[in-house]
């Protein structure tokens, strides 16, 4: 039966593995996403989920005993926040390159050093050129509905890739909000069981990763490289089956807010894409045309859809919740694939970037209301006057 | 492609004639829409040829007696040599072997060895209780490996 | 989780001569082993043991990166690499998933052999902690470590298994440290011992006693739990001896006492094969290359070491050893 209930992310990730019936789980406690795995250890004991649950021994073995379990043939499930992402850095390319469908729930966290429990997607962003499927959620709801569509996209024959479902620590995993549990049987329809091609079987034998020599890793790559090109194929596919079953209206790649008529955008990810559009909301009444390009993918990056959202607008911000210290535009990551992206367009928008919420500070209305009188300032002068603005860190002006 | 060059000014030609004798200047018709796929999708096409592809998932099947695809035997540079007469088919031979080169032949009730894979280590004639192998040089015999194309 | 789950499974019948074996090979000719390669021969002989219902876990090693050169491997079972790192990890995912595939019926087969085959390195160095923690969950496999007592995939380094004394790469012996390597080796079958609830049976082998070896990894599949093995697989490209005393290499380190036979099984240990004289480890030691350099000293360092080993063992009640075949 559907039903409505109030979950935080870290629990909607729990009841979207319980919906997609996965049969081998390896936790590992590291804060914030640990949640997840308390909820589905609860789960299992009460009878709720038929699965193997593993304790593993750290977050490096995690991916490792999902990895064995996804070639043996099960659905498998992990995750992971902050420097368990980058322990469990080395298993990332041998289970995106051995074809292996896992998913593992990212509630990120800041890398250390020291400890810092507040959120910041670097843990994950890190892990982009690994070869998995990847994407933010900005609401409880979009956990659950991208737990499901992760897997079907995931473990569909044209891809067989693994999967970051990644949430903002703490804003996302950690505070409640509506999620619609559907009906067993719409997950049923959504999501088939999954089928290894080629799994580790006593009964028909296979050899899977046998050394290779150099020439031949090229051609793997590429062959990898190849798959991404299928991929969004399948998610356009997967979301528009999902829109049908399940009663939503997602737009496969984009959440975008208020774009039509705007003449300024941020693009942003995550859960403080809420907070944006609130900002906006305020912005418009004070008449700038303002609106927000979200997107839900990072892996594959959209860039077509990215480049036709922004291909109209005068100014854009790229709102950065993660590092690359010493980095082309020396402050986030999203800024240097969303100037990519904008490059080829014949009326390329400006384009600078604000680090905000790193550390798991607060992003708050007052920084968007800045981010926006940058972007007009921008407009005005003809001018990025600067790549990155890093919000309360600047030197004071005389002005 | 020169054909087509001179139908297209032919008709640029006519089209001409029909604007002066009009007396209107007909804009060039526009080019084709671009899809945004097209516009900003230009991620080109990638294409393994046959010969360099790697199988999905480095994923090959499992050999099933022999995996051919790997020869050791132009490897060894001793052969072992077995006397069937003092052979006691203890099967010490059979049992020392990485490379499972030895093996029965129950219908000869002889020991018979691999030529392909053997890498001549020589395991299996020190290893001998009835002293039946001795290692003898591989290019004594006819079908040894010859392992110089050129002599120096 | 499925303690009291009745699954299906295999008992293998003890061998009981070599003309008795299985005839048919899991681990066939046409890889690029060494000349003579102990880890090959051991595996040629456990996959034999282990029959076609078998899964191997193979981490980075010699068993990989020999064995699988290039896109092609000899495991006519199934077979998956694994990082040098996380074997036990690896193998406990997998036995997992047939867990749970077959309390969904969605796999109606006998519950396969799962075996890891790692090495030195990889079962107490680098793979410690997944091998530890796969004992401590109780996962019904078996993890294997050959031990060629160095990393020698890599060209030959020290591994915490490599003897005293040895010459590695690593451990060069030059006009500081005359005996090259300084530290005693680490005792793999004892870490499992002292600290695993789980684990139902620990056993050592030796290539030089196929017999034994198989029977062992046949009585390590039956019990349903982590098992262990110790497998000696001497390297002759390590330790710097002529290829073809790869089996005498292994019949002189359990003659000499630098290698012990024996199992542990519920808390008793029983020993399969005690000399009645041992011989001196200079007797062992004279072939390798990797010894040549050691002093008197030195020597008597690792025979004083070898000597207090064996003095453990004479209190307990010995076994017949296994009948070998007559000439």
Redesign the interface.
């Known amino acids: 039966m559907a039903q409505e209930k109030l979950l935080s992310g870290c629990a909607a990730a729990a009841q979207g593995a319980k919906y997609a019936e996965v049969?081998?789980i390896?936790s590992f406690p590291i804060r914030p996403y640990t949640a997840i795995m308390m909820e589905l250890a609860r789960m299992?004991a009460g009878g709720e989920l038929?699965?193997?649950?593993?304790?593993?021994?750290?977050e490096?073995?995690q991916v490792?005993?999902?990895?064995?379990?996804?070639?043996?043939?099960?659905r498998?499930y992990t995750g992971s926040s902050g420097v368990g992402v980058t322990y469990a850095f080395?298993?990332f390319s041998?289970a995106a390159?051995?074809?292996?469908p896992l998913q593992m729930a990212i509630a990120d966290r800041t890398l250390d050093p020291p400890g810092d429990f507040g959120s910041e997607h670097t843990d994950a962003m890190s892990a982009r050129d690994q070869g998995w499927l990847m994407g933010w959620a900005a609401t409880p709801q979009e956990v659950f509905d991208n737990t499901l569509i992760n897997y079907r996209v995931g473990e569909d024959p044209k891809v067989?890739l693994p999967q970051f479902v990644c949430q903002d620590g703490y804003f996302l995993s950690h505070i409640p909000d509506r999620v619609i549990l559907p009906e067993r049987s719409q997950v049923r329809e959504f999501l088939p069981?999954y089928q290894a091609?080629?799994p580790?079987?006593?009964?028909?034998?296979?050899?899977?990763?046998?050394?290779?020599?150099p020439?031949?890793g090229?051609?793997?790559d590429?062959?990898r490289?190849?798959t991404f090109?299928d991929v969004p194929k399948v998610i356009k596919e997967a979301t528009d089956d999902f829109n049908r079953i399940f009663g939503r209206k997602f737009d496969p790649f984009l959440e975008t807010y208020k774009m039509e008529d705007a003449q300024y955008a941020f693009f942003i990810q995550g859960a403080h894409a809420n907070t944006c559009k609130n900002a906006i909301n305020s912005l418009r009444k004070q008449g700038l045309k303002v609106g927000m390009v979200r997107p839900r993918w990072v892996r594959p990056w959209p860039?077509?859809?990215i480049?036709?959202a922004l291909s109209r607008v005068k100014a854009v911000a790229s709102v950065e919740t993660s590092t690359s210290y010493g980095g082309a535009m020396r402050g986030g990551n999203l800024i240097h694939e969303l100037r990519a992206?904008l490059y080829?367009?014949p009326k390329r928008p400006m384009v600078t970037s604000f680090m905000a919420g790193l550390g798991g500070d607060v992003v708050l209305l007052e920084d968007f209301h800045y981010m926006a009188k940058i972007l007009q300032k921008m407009v005005k002068d003809k001018k990025t006057h600067q790549y990155v603005y890093w919000i309360g860190f600047e030197e004071e002006k005389e002005e | 492609m020169k054909a087509k060059t001179k139908s297209r000014s032919k008709n640029q030609k006519v089209r001409v004639k029909i604007q002066k004798a009009k007396g209107k200047v007909q804009k060039a018709r526009p080019s084709v829409k671009l899809s945004?796929?097209e516009?900003?999708?230009?991620?080109g096409?990638?294409n393994?040829p046959k010969d360099?592809?790697?199988p999905?998932?480095?994923?090959?099947?499992?050999p099933v007696k022999q995996q051919e695809l790997f020869m050791t035997s132009n490897w060894r540079i001793v052969r072992p040599v077995i006397d069937h007469e003092k052979c006691t088919r203890c099967f010490t031979c059979y049992i020392s072997c990485p490379d499972s080169c030895w093996s029965f032949d129950e219908k000869a009730e002889k020991m018979e060895w691999n030529w392909k894979f053997c890498k001549g280590c020589q395991i299996c004639i020190n290893e001998c209780p009835a002293d039946a192998l001795k290692a003898v040089p591989e290019l004594d015999f006819e079908d040894g490996v010859v392992r110089l194309e050129k002599p120096f | 989780?499925?303690d009291t789950f009745d699954y299906r499974k295999q008992i293998l019948e003890p061998i009981k001569s070599l003309r008795g074996a299985p005839r048919d090979e899991m681990y066939v000719p046409g890889h690029r082993t060494c000349s003579g390669c102990g880890p090959a021969l051991n595996y040629r002989l456990v996959a034999k043991a282990a029959g076609?219902?078998?899964?191997f876990?193979g981490p980075t090693g010699c068993m990989?990166?020999a064995n699988?050169?290039?896109?092609?491997?000899p495991?006519?079972?199934?077979?998956?690499?694994?990082?040098i790192?996380?074997g036990?990890?690896?193998?406990?995912?997998?036995e997992?998933?047939?867990?749970?595939?077959a309390?969904?019926k969605?796999?109606d087969?006998p519950f396969?052999?799962i075996i890891c085959m790692a090495g030195d390195g990889g079962s107490v160095d680098i793979g410690l902690?997944?091998m530890?923690?796969m004992m401590?969950?109780g996962h019904d496999a078996l993890f294997i470590c050959y031990d060629n007592e160095s990393y020698a995939n890599t060209g030959i380094q020290t591994s915490p298994t490599t003897p005293y004394g040895a010459n590695t790469t690593f451990t060069p012996p030059g006009k500081v440290i005359p005996e090259g390597k300084t530290l005693f080796p680490k005792d793999p079958p004892q870490l499992v011992i002292g600290g695993h609830p789980a684990v139902k049976y620990v056993a050592t082998t030796c290539i030089a006693y196929p017999l034994d070896l198989m029977n062992k990894v046949r009585k390590a599949l039956n019990y349903d739990g982590p098992t262990f093995l110790h497998m000696l697989t001497p390297c002759p490209k390590g330790w710097k001896f002529d290829e073809k005393l790869t089996r005498e290499m292994g019949r002189l380190a359990v003659e000499t006492g630098m290698w012990t036979l024996y199992e542990w099984e519920n808390g008793a240990y029983k020993y399969s094969h005690i000399p009645k004289k041992y011989k001196p480890v200079s007797e062992y030691m004279k072939f390798q290359g990797r010894f040549t350099h050691l002093k008197e000293e030195h020597i008597a360092k690792m025979q004083a070491f070898v000597d207090q080993k064996i003095s453990k063992i004479k209190a307990i009640a010995v076994e017949a050893p296994i009948p070998t075949p007559k000439a």
Not at chain 1, 64 to 74: E, K, P
Not at chain 2, 39 to 43: L, P, V
Not at chain 3, 96 to 101: M, T, V
């Open positions: 049969e081998v390896c299992v038929d699965a193997e649950f593993l304790h593993g021994e750290g490096h073995a490792s005993v999902v990895l064995g379990a996804s070639a043996a043939g099960a498998a080395e298993v041998p390159g051995g074809r292996y067989m069981p091609p080629h580790l079987s006593p009964v028909c034998p296979v050899s899977h990763g046998p050394q290779i020599r020439d031949q090229a051609a793997m590429a062959q490289a190849a090109l860039t077509v859809e480049a036709d992206t080829d367009l | 945004s796929q516009k900003w999708g230009r991620f096409s990638i393994v360099r592809e790697v999905f998932g480095a994923i090959t099947p499992a | 989780m499925a076609p219902h078998t899964i876990i990989y990166v699988s050169s290039y896109l092609c491997t495991y006519a079972v199934s077979w998956i690499h694994s990082q790192t996380n036990g990890a690896v193998t406990s995912g997998i997992a998933a047939y867990k749970i595939l309390r969904k969605k796999y087969g396969p052999n902690q997944a530890s923690a401590y969950r």
